[in-house]
């Protein structure tokens, strides 16, 4: 029989070796499980992570993407620009409308405007034809103005693209228009009665007569000889008619004085009533200059350019005595006959 302390030894280090393994089992067991929640804990976060960072790339891509499109959105290639007009506002109505409206007297005025059997003729209608040729559009003519000033109105009021109408540039009236280049320069002139001159001389000379000037004196009612007369002669009378034919015969009569107006027309009474010659005489005031030119609204500052450029390609520059020789024979026609 073995001993007790034999048994006891041999029962010790068998409980011993099972205490051993199964210390070794539990500590594998927990390495496995420690193992395995470390694993999973790491592919779950790299999971985590990769979906984060998948989700992180998405959200950049569709940010880069919202601003690519915000700055496509702003980009100019990518928005219409608005459309340029192919003219300038003021020319480019002109070409929409087909037509140029000049504003004309509505009186005659030869050799500038007037109406032969329906006909509208004259020095300022060749101007207005040709710069609507130019233009390519037709020409348009409107005549409800009866005074210089109310011609000169309609252009202020753009009821008119321009005017051509034998209209003197002034400063009064460039506060309110455009005045081109001049057409057509003259000197101012008087038209009197020989009998009526004759007494305010008085043994004094004839220039010194005109630079003293006194008595009643016509002009055209609205027309830029009144400011002129005012200017010109402060000692004389104004007496403003409404035609230039009723100043020139109550010139005649001896009504007034004197007749007050361009060279020009001075000139053409002589032409076309040598019956009254003897009546009356004829003085060209040389220090002093009436500008005709064309009348465009103030805003209209191609169109000036425009109508000043064509009058710079006119290689016949006009005076008074090449109007007078051009219409010739139209004065022999106005004669009074016998």
Known sequence: MPRTNDLERSIGNGVGLRGTAGQRIRSLLLGLTLFLVLTLGFSGG???????????TSAIAANRTTSTESTATRSPASVSAPAIPAMPPDVQRILERGKLTVAVLG???APFFMDEQGQLSGLDIQLAQALADQLGVK????????????????VYGQKADLAISKISRTLKRAQRVRFSRPYLRMRQGLLVNRLQMAEQTQGRSMVETIRDLRGQVGVIKGSSYVGFLKQKFP???IVEYPAWEDIVEAVVRGDILAAYRDELEIKKVVRTRPDVALQLQTIALTDTQDSLAVVLPWSS????????QYLDTLTAQYTVDTVLDEYADYWATQRPQP
């Open 139 to 154: 020409l348009d003519i409107t005549r409800s103005a009866q005074t210089f000033d109310q011609v000169v109105d309609a």
């Open 46 to 56: 790299a999971q985590a992570a990769a979906k984060g960072s998948a989700v992180e």
């Open 301 to 308: 500052s191609h169109l000036l350019a425009f109508v000043d």
């Open 235 to 237: 000692q004389a009378s």
């Open 107 to 109: 009186q005659d005025n």
